[in-house]
């Protein structure tokens, strides 16, 4: 491991801005990315056959696909960003791109629920030091200007992930069983990881921005807090996307196994629909958002978070409406609209908060978005659909899935509308004087 260099010392220099390099970059990125959710989603389409292999509960489920996973995920991605934000950021990346597709890997030995509960806990240590190094490095590959569609095709990686882990679980589970899944995407990841690490140069911080920033360890993490004590908008964006990763994160866990068991297909022909819907919604719905923001942001920045609210609003009826039909072709047409208006916020949202703090806090910035999001998010989000399941199972029996994804819907759609909406008021002046 000698010949890795974490420090930062011997970055590339600058590369031009205009350079097509910084769209290999980019594509790059979003393959890490895309492997992320691939090794975080392939659990949602296993679930049925985990269920039965280890007698689990939709409580341990949700506890096992949502917060043991972000437990770790949530909590070590600050000091690796701190980490991140001095050191090597392409290193950073790498090992945990490797780190993760080895924990992932060894879910496939699991025997009983806690086994798997250990391992997914792995997973999440691992991935924690993938994304917030990644939204840092593409601020110092596109200008501001283009941010907004950046992140956005970097989460592509999202909907690209989560089918081809629909995919090629719902085949290898069938045909292989749910075990050879994780041996086949952990081992994808360990031989690609490398790929990553030599194919991207780590770039000067802050060249885009015309404010070059030299990593100090003399900002520490209470300097960052302090720094965004000052932006209200940081915190309502923060809460906000909170929101809609509870319903992206539980709907994508637990839409598999409600078209299982409502339809009565097999797991493959689950898959296969979901996946369709998966990436057509979530394509339309990151480029539109990313690319509608960054042309209403050139005049006014709140936008970044008006767009969003608009999407949420859009997309409830129907998500509603999809639960109320049983035929699977109207079911399918219905999640469209709503799968593309739950990742809207992705990009606008992402690109924002890089704009809150000054270049040297950007990692650690995002980790304590990230850290919000995803605690929240996907730690809460799976395990109260799972858990409502359960608690409605003596009243509706094999429907209770249906109406746990209701409730969650009635309660959660208009919070993030509300909390997206105040963010656009403030966001404005919060961006001026970052």
């Not at 949700?62 to 070590?76: K, T």
């Not at 360990?190 to 140069?201: E, K, L, N, Q, S």
Request: charged residues 10%; hydrophobic residues 50%; aromatic residues 12%.
């Amino acid at each position: 491991m000698s010949s890795i260099d974490i420090t930062g010392a011997h970055d590339a220099p600058v590369v031009e801005r205009h350079s097509r390099y910084r769209f290999v970059v980019l594509l790059l990125l979003m393959f890490a990315y895309c492997m992320n959710y691939m090794d975080r989603q392939v659990v949602s389409i296993l679930a049925v056959p985990i269920k039965t292999d280890l007698q689990l509960s939709d409580s341990q489920l949700g506890l096992m696909g949502g917060f043991a996973f972000a437990i770790f995920y949530s909590c070590l991605g600050i000091p690796i960003a701190r980490l991140a934000d001095r050191k090597n950021r392409v290193t950073i990346i790498s090992l945990a791109f490797t780190a993760w597709s080895v924990c992932t890997a060894l879910c496939g030995f699991a025997n009983n629920f806690v086994q798997l509960l250990f391992t997914r806990l792995l997973v999440g240590v691992g991935e924690a030091g993938g994304v917030a190094p990644t939204y840092s490095l593409l601020t110092d590959y596109f200008p501001p200007r283009q941010r907004g569609k950046a992140m956005a095709v970097l989460t592509l990686g999202l909907p690209l992930g989560s089918a081809l882990g629909l995919l090629l679980g719902g085949y290898f589970a069938q045909h292989y069983g749910w075990r050879a899944a994780f041996y086949l995407l952990g081992a994808i990841g360990v031989v690609t990881a490398p790929i990553v690490y030599f194919g991207i140069r780590e770039p000067q911080r802050g060249r885009l921005d015309g404010d070059v920033a030299v990593p100090t360890a003399t900002t520490s993490l209470a300097d960052v807090l302090r720094h965004l004590a000052r932006k209200p908008s940081f915190w309502l964006l923060s809460f906000a996307a909170a929101t809609a990763s509870m319903l992206s994160y539980g709907l994508g866990f637990w839409l598999p196994t409600y078209i299982y068991r409502s339809q009565n297909i097999s797991l493959a022909e689950t898959s296969y629909a979901l996946s369709a819907v998966t990436v057509s919604g979530g394509l339309i719905g990151l480029l539109a958002g990313g690319a509608i923001s960054d042309w209403l942001g050139e005049a006014r920045k709140g936008a970044y978070a008006a767009v969003p609210c608009v999407a949420f609003v859009i997309g409830l009826p129907f998500m509603l409406l999809a639960m109320s039909v049983h035929q699977l072709v109207p079911v399918l047409l219905l999640l469209f609209i709503p799968q593309a208006a739950g990742v809207v916020w992705m990009g606008p949202s992402i690109s924002a908060v890089q704009h809150l703090a000054p270049v040297h806090m950007r990692a650690t910035t995002s980790a304590i978005f990230l850290f919000i999001v995803n605690l929240l998010g996907l730690g809460i989000g799976t395990l109260a659909f799972g858990a409502l399941s359960d608690y409605y199972h003596s009243s509706y029996g094999d429907d209770a899935l249906r109406y746990a994804i209701i409730t969650v819907a009635i309660v959660l759609y208009p919070i993030a509308v509300i909390m997206f909406g105040l963010a656009s008021r403030r966001l404005e002046r919060d961006w001026e004087t970052s």
